[in-house]
């Protein structure tokens, strides 16, 4: 199974910039894509950015298009999420989430079988 572990949250201002960072250290299986999610207290996940592992096609909200851009590793074992002219609006927790199988949407939570434990990104006006 996967072990998801974020890293690379922290506090911007408004237009600057973050690189969260998801490295999967599970060896037990084989991950058909993962994905970015962001969740504020009080409502659902919402998919930031996915990238499918092998054929490294990707995928955005269109909240983010534009400013993110999602790529993995060569090793294919570490995930990043670019966060460009940030607002105050992207303020969340990020998770990484990985899914064994293709199965779903790639933005949508339930495709997802792991998730990691989050980092917090916080964007002051």
Not at 29 to 37: E, G, T, V
Not at 48 to 59: D, E, K, L
Not at 76 to 105: R, S, V, W
């Amino acid at each position: 199974q996967a072990r998801l572990e974020e890293s690379g949250g922290g506090s911007v201002q408004a237009g600057g910039s973050l690189r969260l960072s998801c490295r999967d250290s599970g060896s037990t299986y084989s991950r058909y894509s993962w994905a970015w999610f962001r969740q504020v207290p009080g409502k659902e996940p919402e998919g930031v950015a996915a990238i499918t592992t092998t054929s490294g096609n990707t995928f955005y909200a269109d909240s983010v298009k534009g400013r993110f851009t999602v790529s993995q590793s060569p090793t294919k074992n570490t995930l990043y999420l670019e966060m460009n002219t940030l607002a105050p609006e992207d303020t969340a927790k990020y998770y990484c989430a990985a899914a064994a199988n293709y199965g779903g949407a790639h933005l949508v939570s339930s495709t997802y079988d792991y998730w990691g434990q989050g980092t917090q990104v916080t964007v002051s006006s």
